[in-house]
Each structure stands twice: as C-alpha cells, then as structure tokens.
C-alpha cells in the first residue's frame, strides 16, 4: 500500500470521527471503538467520499485485543504512519468524596491504563518517522471532575514522557489542545449549555489537521 497508514483509537464519534473523515482522502484509517454502528456509519461517509477504512470494534482496555490488532497492523502493512488516540471516558461528575469505586476504575482503565499498554505496542510501529498524536483536556483539579481530570492527566503526564524521549529517536509525539466541541461528552458535563458558541467537530478537525501532518 503506497497510501499512508492512519490508526484512530476512538474513531466511532466526536472529535475522532471528524478526524478520520479529514484524513481519509490521503490516509487509509483503521478506526477503533467499541460500538461497531457507529464504525459502521462512519465507513459509509468514508467511502463515499472517495476514502477507504478498515474498521476494528475493539475494547482498547483489553490489552490482548490490542496486541491481537497491532500484529494485525504489522503482518498486513508493516508499519504505521500516524496514531491519533482520542478514545476517552467520561465518568460522571461528582465531589471527590462520592467519587464511585467502578467510576473510578473504569476512569483509569480507559484513560489511562489503556494508553499505557497501546504505547509499546504502537511504538515499533511508528518507528523512528511516525507519529503519536493525543488530545488535552485539562481538567484536574476542577470541582466535581476528580475520576476524569485525574485519569485524563495521568494520559497527558504519560504522553509528555514519551514526548521527550522520543525528541532524538522519533516517533515524533505531539499534545493537542481542541476547542470546545458539542460533543455528547460535553453535553453529559455541561447539561443545558448553550452550544452555539462552540466550534463544530468538523471544523476543529480542519484546523487541527494542519497541526497534526505538520513536521516539528
């Protein structure tokens, strides 16, 4: 395959999905998430617009699907040109004090965890000219966000390890910072906000595209 390689961890909707569709005119995407439907639709748009995907309805908190994907990505095209990880969970919001056990749990499995167990596996795929992308969301610290800005910044403090290892030996890793975006996460934060003056998904991916392709 002369097309270049994209892996999107959390393709199935939002921000990832937008991503997928932006990439998709010079990017083969292999898109994962649990909800196959949505993976579903999003090949169709895909496809009719001239694109192409493969589609992987995966649980990225199971590490043997992920090695059981990564050996996939390797036998069938050797390498990986760009890993965007945008999977996430949104625990809800809650005093630190009645944070529940499996909030918690799941919290840290999905954004944390996981990335921990993809990044080895990702890695030597990548190689030395690849490329790692994740999104920031810096909420630690933040009333009633304990479970999700803790776990989200174990992520972020994770990536920027890896970032600055890798300044000399590639991949080369970037953190991005999206706008504010009507997603259902979002909506499941901020119940009844006003979202007009948020940035749609596809224009964020637009312009964050630019960011993403860009050489350091």
């Not at 890993?83 to 005093?95: C, D, G, T, V, Y």
């Amino acid at each position: 395959m002369t097309q270049k390689l994209a892996l999107i961890t959390g393709a199935s909707r939002g921000l990832g999905a937008a991503l997928a569709e932006a990439l998709a005119p010079t990017h083969h995407i292999v898109a994962v998430a649990r909800t196959t439907g949505a993976l579903e639709e999003l090949d169709d748009r895909i496809k009719v617009a001239g694109g192409s995907a493969t589609l992987a309805p995966m649980d990225i908190t199971v590490p043997e699907a992920m090695a059981t994907l990564c050996r996939g990505i390797h036998d069938r095209w050797g390498q990986l040109d760009l890993w965007l990880h945008s999977a996430i969970h949104a625990a809800p919001l809650s005093p630190a004090s009645s944070v529940a056990v499996k909030d918690w749990t799941k919290s840290i499995a999905v954004n944390a965890t996981a990335p921990s167990v993809l990044i080895p596996y990702i890695a030597p795929l990548l190689g030395q000219h690849g490329r790692a992308v994740f999104f920031d969301d810096p909420r630690a610290g933040e009333k009633f966000f304990g479970a999700y800005g803790a776990s989200k910044a174990a992520q972020i403090a994770l990536a920027r390890s890896w970032q600055a290892e890798t300044v000399k030996t590639g991949p080369q890793v970037k953190i991005l910072s999206p706008q504010p975006m009507p997603t259902a996460i979002r909506a499941r934060f901020f119940p009844g906000e006003d979202r007009s003056p948020l940035t749609d998904i596809h224009s964020e991916a637009a312009r964050l595209l630019p960011e993403i392709l860009a050489e350091d």
